[in-house]
């Protein structure tokens, strides 16, 4: 009896299902090869080697001659395999090259035996092949599952982002992305703290290429998302589909990849999904709280891969670009806001854009609710005792007049600054390092605390108890707030610890203050006594 399974150099009208599915994978599999290949490589090696069968897990590829099968087994053979197994929806398979024989039939494979044999294998293997295949179609046709993909906002596009000198490189960095995904930097990697405009600009991409490309599928989705999604896979035994959905996407969105550092298995998949993607000249796009290098428990694989595409920094927006968001939040809402009022929230909250958009919210309703005028003195009232980022504006700051985000001169810099800012201004307590010893001894004494147990050599092994940790935290969240020191002084000063670790903390604190009144008021009472 002969054996029914047909090498995949005989392809014909009628041919056999699995080899069809092969054969369809392989092209995809050398399309997306030939991106990262020279012209004379891909013609010389690629193109000329093809898919001869497969058996069990190993797919045999056959190269024309015994140096171009050494050439691909060294240079292609991971990258190869890798790409089969998505385009197959396979994660155990294997390659092996062999010579092509000069009649293209298929070679023998180790164990095969009587023609029994060889028919027997490949009758299993077919249907799992084809089985496989066409879930990966079905999935490539079919919508991402809701779980495993968060809807874009579609008031965060390029329109409504306002850049300036804080996020000029990252913004730049995303419309590229977006006008060319998976051809120009990739990854992507955005860092910076919550509420600075990554997630803004992570739709923002996402809106430009469903715009551009109606076809291509978007995932976007936090690492804390991928974590649950992973898990609920587990559980409920769909591994494989919760491979083969994310790593058939065409634009990956990752937003704080920090949340999945530590968790070992998560992260583990999460490395081969984003290698897949990449070597399939797939877009991806992370955010995170701090850069790659400072991910703390990630690992180093993950952070050099982070590290080969464009790494662009988010910060805190200087002065115009506050006045300017404030603008253009109050223009979407069609209110009319006093420039005095504009410049003195604007100098009020400084480093949380997210926070800086609330406080307008909560101004104009307090002012629809009780039918008041919005003027200084209302912005006072309602916001003066509920936000504490009252950091001084630097000398820098105070330059008047000055270009606004979208280059035009801004003529709200001329006006008169709020009084009680400009004494915060004039005040020459902030910004230096006494400053920062000041805080430290103050936010001690409140607690009565050794000031040495906060900061300095030592300060991070005593800041993990439980009594230590929390005023540790409330003093470097107001060192953040209310001095200019950068933080990799902080860093040195609170006893040496990481940059990502007075991020956290920052971060953490930040997040606490807007649902803890108790802790607000703490904080308050701090801030009286510097």
């Not at 299993?124 to 919508?143: C, F, H, S, T, Y």
């Not at 428990?297 to 982070?306: A, G, I, P, V």
């Not at 069609?334 to 909560?362: C, F, H, W």
């Not at 000063?493 to 903390?505: E, M, T």
Request: hydrophobic content about 40%.
């Amino acid at each position: 009896m002969s054996s029914h399974w047909k090498p995949v150099g005989q392809l014909e009208l009628g041919e056999d299902e699995a080899v069809a599915a092969l054969r369809k994978a392989w092209d995809r599999s050398v399309r997306s090869l030939a991106a990262k290949s020279s012209k004379s490589s891909y013609e010389s090696f690629v193109f000329a080697t093809q898919p001869l069968a497969i058996d069990e897990n190993v797919v045999v590829l056959g190269a024309p001659s015994s140096f171009a099968r050494e050439w691909m087994e060294k240079r292609y053979s991971g990258v190869l395999r890798d790409l089969l197994r998505t385009n197959l929806g396979d994660p155990t398979l294997e390659v092996r090259f062999v010579l092509s024989s000069t009649n293209s039939r298929r070679p023998a494979l180790a164990g095969e035996g009587s023609e029994e044999t060889v028919a027997a294998k490949p009758t299993v293997e077919k249907a799992r092949i084809v089985k496989r295949a066409k879930v990966r179609e079905q999935l490539e046709l079919q919508e991402i599952p809701r779980e495993m993909t968060m809807p874009l906002n579609d008031k965060f596009t390029f329109d409504t982002f306002v850049t300036g000198q804080s996020n000029r490189l990252a913004y730049a960095g995303a419309v590229a992305v977006a006008d060319a995904p998976g051809l120009k930097y990739n990854p992507f990697f955005l860092y910076g703290m919550p509420g600075l405009g990554k997630t803004h600009l992570m739709h923002a991409i996402g809106h430009r290429i469903r715009q551009t490309r109606p076809n291509a599928r978007i995932a976007y989705t936090s690492g804390e998302s991928f974590l649950n999604s992973y898990i609920t896979a587990i559980r409920d035994g769909r591994s494989d589909e919760f491979r083969g959905v994310y790593r058939s996407v065409d634009v990956w969105l990752v937003d704080d990849i920090q949340t999945i550092a530590g968790k070992e298995r998560t992260k583990e998949e999460f490395f081969h999904t984003f290698n897949t993607l990449h070597q399939m000249n797939k877009q991806i796009v992370v955010s995170s709280e701090c850069s790659p290098r400072e991910l703390r428990l990630m690992d180093e694989r993950l952070k050099s891969r982070f590290e080969c595409g464009l790494i662009a920094d988010v910060a805190p927006p200087e002065l115009e670009v506050r006045v300017a968001i404030l603008q253009k939040k109050a223009e979407v809402e069609n209110v009319r806001i006093p420039d005095d009022v504009l410049i003195y929230m604007a100098n009020l909250i400084q480093s949380n854009i997210r926070t800086l958009e609330g406080a307008l919210v909560k101004l104009m309703a307090y002012a629809s609710f009780f039918d008041s005028p919005v003027n200084k003195q209302l912005a006072t009232d309602v916001l003066g005792s509920y936000f504490v980022n009252q950091r001084p504006i630097t000398n820098v700051e105070m330059r008047e007049p000055r270009q606004l985000a979208d280059g035009s001169v801004s003529e709200l810099m001329a006006l008169p600054i709020p009084a009680n800012i400009a004494r915060l201004t004039q005040s020459s307590q902030f910004g230096g390092g006494l400053e920062l010893d000041h805080i430290v001894q103050t936010v001690a004494s409140y607690f009565g605390l050794d000031p040495s147990l906060l900061a300095g050599e030592g300060s991070a092994a005593a800041g993990r108890k439980r009594e230590i940790a929390r005023p540790r935290q409330i003093a470097i969240y107001l060192a953040r707030q209310r001095t200019s020191i950068s933080v990799v002084e902080l860093a040195s000063h609170f006893g040496g610890v990481g940059h990502s670790a007075i991020c956290h903390a920052h971060s953490k604190m930040t997040t606490l203050i807007q649902d803890d009144p108790r802790l607000l008021s703490q904080i308050n009472q701090i801030i009286s006594r510097l």
